[in-house]
Structures are given as structure tokens and as C-alpha cells.
């Protein structure tokens, strides 16, 4: 089993890719800057990809040419937490660069890695739930996982006539960098439930959205 995760040089990104390589998957780590503990793992490590620009992507592309995927794990992500009283809308495009066209960049840029029974797991976030959001703020990263959301139903449609499928997944409210320390769940937990949903999950699923303790989600 050929795993891509994109992101995993941190937090869930980094479990994920301990979690696959313990398990004996073939995991191949994507990410802007390595790290000391995901240089421990063992596992084929790729830096220099920034999701957010097309031609990171493009060379990404290049060095996985010709290499099939069984998992491609979109797992990159930024957030800046924008309030009404503060729109910095520099940040806010950024968000989407990276959140929202960054996977669909990857998928247009490894489409032709993946083969029939291949599955494309995008970790959104239940903040972009437009039924869920009970709380407002965070502009940027809700709008970018609400945006992503539509981009994985769009993919979802798109690649089931070659037996690809896709999955929005949220891991739940992580303790990581990315939330500042902030969160109920630690990422080896995160990541196990993951793991589980892109497992349990197939091509009868595809275009659908999970907790990663297993409840589906609404839009």
C-alpha cells in the first residue's frame, strides 16, 4: 500500500504518517520543511512543497511520475482567525490558496498516480459546516473549508467513473500548532480516527463527510 501524506511534517500530519508507517504502508511525507521527528519515521520524506503555489505542486508531480497511489492524504492547512472587526483580507486569500485550492491543485496535479480503488481523503473541518456554525468568526479558515467542501463533492463526481474516491474528513479540535496548543483531542487519537474512516470508507461513500470518530457530517 502506496500512501501520499501532503502536510506531515507536524500535529496530525505527523501521526498519520507514524501511524501508516507502523502499519507497513509504503508512506511517502510531502511537506514544506522537515522535521527532526518526522526524519525519525524512516519514511520517504519530499520538501520544497508549498500547496499554495502551482508550481511547488508541479514539481511535486514530477518527482511522483510514473508512481501509483493507493492513499493520497491531503492533510496542509493554515489558519490566521480572522473576527468582522478584523478582515485582513491578505490573510483570507491565503487561506484559500492553501485550504481550498491547494488540494484541488494536488488532485488535478496526481490524478494520473491514482488508479481504480485509489481514495482521496481531504481534512477540511467541521467549521466549515454552514449547519454546524453556531459561533461566526474565523472567516478566512471557514470559508476555505466550506469552499474545499464543495471543491471534494466537485472531485468526488469527477473521478468515480475511474474508481477514485473522494472523502472530506474533520479530525476533530486537535491539540497542534495549528490551533495554538488549543483542542480536546491529541493528534495520535486524531489521526487513528482518520486512519479508520479512510479504511472503513469506499467508493458507495464517495463525496461524503466524516468526524474522524466516525459521525458523518453536515454540510
Given at each position: 500500500?502506496r ?6 511534517n ?27 521527528q ?11 512543497i ?26 496542509a492547512?493554515?489558519l490566521?482567525?480572522?473576527?468582522f ?16 485550492l491547494?488540494?484541488l491543485?494536488?488532485?488535478?496535479a ?16 467541521r467549521?466549515g ?28 463526481i ?6 477514485i ?38 467508493l458507495?461513500d ?7 470518530q466516525?459521525?458523518?457530517?453536515p454540510w
Amino acid at each position: 500500500m502506496r500512501t501520499v501524506v501532503i502536510g506531515a511534517n507536524r500535529g496530525i500530519g505527523l501521526e498519520l504518517t507514524r501511524q501508516l508507517a507502523e502499519r507497513g504502508d509504503e508512506v511517502i511525507a510531502i511537506c514544506r520543511d522537515s522535521t527532526v521527528q518526522l526524519e525519525s519515521l524512516g519514511v520517504e520524506i519530499r520538501t520544497g512543497i508549498d500547496v499554495g503555489y502551482d508550481a511547488a505542486v508541479g514539481t511535486l508531480a514530477h518527482a511522483l511520475d510514473g508512481r501509483e497511489i493507493d492513499i493520497l492524504i491531503h492533510n496542509a492547512g493554515i489558519l490566521t482567525r480572522e473576527s468582522f472587526d478584523d478582515l485582513d483580507f491578505g490573510r483570507i486569500r491565503k487561506q484559500f490558496e492553501v485550504n481550498t485550492l491547494g488540494p484541488l491543485r494536488t488532485a488535478k496535479a496526481l490524478v494520473g498516480n491514482l488508479k481504480q480503488g485509489s481514495k482521496f481523503a481531504i481534512v477540511s473541518s467541521r467549521v466549515g459546516s454552514m449547519a454546524d456554525n453556531g459561533y461566526g468568526g474565523n472567516y478566512g479558515y471557514r470559508m476555505s473549508k466550506s469552499a474545499v467542501n464543495m471543491a471534494g463533492v466537485n472531485l468526488s463526481i469527477d473521478l468515480k467513473p475511474k474508481g477514485i474516491a473522494v472523502f472530506l474528513l474533520h479530525p476533530g479540535y486537535v491539540q497542534t500548532g495549528l490551533t495554538g496548543g488549543l483542542g480536546d483531542v491529541m493528534p495520535d487519537v486524531s489521526a487513528r480516527g482518520l486512519i479508520e474512516r479512510i479504511d472503513a470508507l469506499g467508493l458507495d461513500d464517495t463525496g461524503t463527510f466524516w468526524h474522524a470518530q466516525g459521525e458523518q457530517l453536515p454540510w
